[in-house]
């Protein structure tokens, strides 16, 4: 057997070449675990998607993707609402298993879980940490998302309890002036002005006892049907209401909702109000557009001068975020939710010097 | 006499009614639709009485609205007996009636006598506060003083109030204002500059 004996110069090279294959192994090694994280975190992602970002939902069906990534074991009390309920999924298999705990809590949904992950899945940095790190953090997003919806939802319902009472006591006033007026007037000239009145009036009170029975039956009445208004009237109404001075140009006479139309304004330009040491006069432009759906466009567009820092978009629309010490960071996001039940939209652009609201309201134009 | 009552609701119909009630208890009257209107005719014409609601557009269930008026009376127009009248919150809205400067608190829905009997006490109490400064030279002046933040505090309110009413009865006059308050000229306009006081800021 002939012994070969290599050479110094080809002692480097066969290091080399080892050096270079370990470092290909620990390459292909590193691509498989970003790979299957890659793949974990996504399924997660997917998932809350698919279940709208319920957190009871998310919670219940996410196991599966976190055995897929070491963990052996997720135990949890649950309290929602007022019901508690304990849940338990996987087995606890051996020696080595790290425990680690959880407590998620608003308002009245609280999550307690622990989770046992492998010796192997509970390394720091380890795919399976990571991924838990994820999962706790979208449950949490999901549990934030629940508590702002039933906050607005009930804003909402307090709007809706405050018309109706406002309402009924006007025309509880009305009966009783009415009444009162009735029997109190004697001489014929007074009676004759009384019923000048009512001739005016008294319609106005039966449309509106009308609508306000209409609200309580169905609020969503709203958003059906419509009627046929201007735009530029409509617009300097609110504008009026909030003291703004616009530069206006453009007109369409549509039919939609009006109180609804109304709502939205009120909102997109009650911010103008809220914030109105900071922004200039502004232009408001009415467009309509032609196209295959016939809608008109409401573009409302403010000089940045005066606002110190740039806005965030993602944050605009977000319930219950304000800059404003007085508003409650809700109207523009009423304002988008009011123009999805029109199939409406509006989007926020801004440039160095000038910012811009837009409304789509698909809609008849008379 | 002057015995005009401005009714300030966005209720078309119920400005109505409630005017017809008023005009039948033998006051004039002069309607307003918003805070805007109600300011607009408070500043052209002199009224004693003001009958408020205070929920307007665009903030029909708070009383945002209302406030601002009573906020801008009690600052321009002190001597205006503004009674409240509102569908609203009772108690939270009597509070802020009062804190802001109302005169009366009426609930709806109020009989005709009740208002009646409000309007002509606000007129009684109107016609009594200018009396007292005609005969006694007396001025009321009413202020929020806040206990803990000194007598210093409170001295300069008292003073930026007088000053206002005065400057506003005169209707800016320097001179006259300086006449009825027996100060030198150049203290009125030290203290108008003190204030930072002008004809339109009054608003």
């Keep these: 057997m002939e012994i070969v004996y290599l050479s110094f110069y080809e002692w480097g090279w066969l290091g080399m070449v080892l050096i270079g294959f370990s470092l290909l192994v620990t390459v292909f090694y590193f691509r498989l675990q970003s790979k299957r994280l890659n793949q974990s975190l996504s399924k997660l992602y997917s998932l809350n998607q698919t279940i709208n970002h319920d957190a009871l939902a998310f919670f219940e069906q996410a196991w599966p993707i976190l055995e897929a990534v070491d963990c052996v074991q997720m ?39 622990q989770l046992l992950l492998t010796k192997r899945g509970s390394g720091i940095e380890s795919i ?48 009783l002036l009415l ?38 039956v169905k609020p969503q009445l709203e958003f059906t049907g419509g009627e046929s208004f201007s735009l530029v ?16 140009t453009g007109e369409a006479v549509v039919t939609l909702p009006r109180y609804a139309v109304l709502e939205i304004l009120k909102n997109v330009l009650g911010n103008f109000e809220d914030h109105s040491g900071s922004f200039s006069e502004l232009k408001i432009k009415i467009m ?45 996001f009423l304002a988008r939710e009011l123009l999805k039940e029109l199939k409406g939209s509006i989007e926020f652009t801004q440039s160095q010097n000038e910012f811009s609201f837009g409304i789509t309201l698909p809609c008849q134009i008379d | 006499m002057n015995n005009t009552v401005l009714i300030v609701d966005d209720d078309p119909v119920l400005r109505s009614m409630l005017a017809f009630s008023l005009e039948e208890g033998g006051y004039s009257i002069i309607e307003a639709a918003s805070r805007n209107e109600a300011i607009e005719v408070l500043r052209m014409q002199s009224i004693h009485v003001v009958l408020l609601d205070m929920g307007m557009p665009p903030n029909e269930y708070t009383p945002e609205e209302g406030i601002a008026v009573l906020e801008w009376i009690s600052s321009v127009l002190p001597q205006v007996r503004v009674v409240v009248l509102t569908g609203q919150d009772s108690e939270s809205t009597s ?11 009426l609930e709806k829905p109020i009989s005709t006598e009740a208002l009646l009997r409000a309007i002509k006490r606000a007129f009684l109490f109107f016609e009594q506060a200018g009396k007292l400064k005609a005969q006694e030279g007396v001025q009321k002046v009413q202020i929020d003083a806040v206990l803990g933040e000194g007598v210093k505090a409170i001295r300069n309110k008292a003073e930026e109030k007088l000053i206002r009413q005065v400057l506003s009865d005169t209707e800016f006059n320097v001179h006259e204002t300086a006449r009825r308050l027996e100060l030198k ?19």
């Design chain 1, 179 to 216: 009444s009162e007026q009735i029997q109190g007037v004697e001489d014929d000239e007074a009676k004759l002005r009384l019923v000048n009145r009512l001739q005016d009036t008294l319609p106005l009170m039966a449309q509106r006892a009308s609508k306000t029975v209409q609200q309580m």
């Design chain 1, 128 to 175: 399976s940490r990571l991924v838990v790190k994820t999962f706790i953090y979208i449950l949490e997003q999901n549990l934030v998302l629940k508590q702002s919806e039933i906050l607005t939802s009930q804003k909402r319902l307090e709007r809706y309890q405050l018309f109706v009472q406002h309402e009924i006591k006007n025309i509880a006033q009305f009966i």
């Design chain 1, 288 to 332: 309509v557009q032609d196209s295959l759906i016939q809608s008109v466009k409401i573009n409302i567009v403010s000089s940045s001068e005066g606002v110190r820092t740039k806005m965030i978009p993602e944050r605009l629309f977000e319930p219950f975020w304000t800059t404003s010490e007085s508003g409650m960071g809700l109207g523009l």
């Design chain 2, 95 to 105: 509070y802020d009636a009062l804190k802001y400067g109302a005169f009366d608190f």
């Design chain 1, 75 to 113: 135990k949890a009390q649950i309290e929602w609402f007022g019901e508690r309920k304990e849940v338990c999924y996987g087995l606890a298999k051996g020696i080595g298993d790290k425990q680690y705990s959880f407590n998620l809590e608003r308002d009245d949904m609280r999550f307690d879980i």
């Design chain 1, 233 to 248: 009237k409509l617009v300097s109404e609110v504008l009026k209401m909030y003291g703004l001075k616009a530069e206006m």
């Design chain 2, 185 to 203: 000229r150049e203290n009125v306009y030290y203290l108008i500059k003190k204030y930072s006081l002008q004809r339109d800021s009054q608003a």
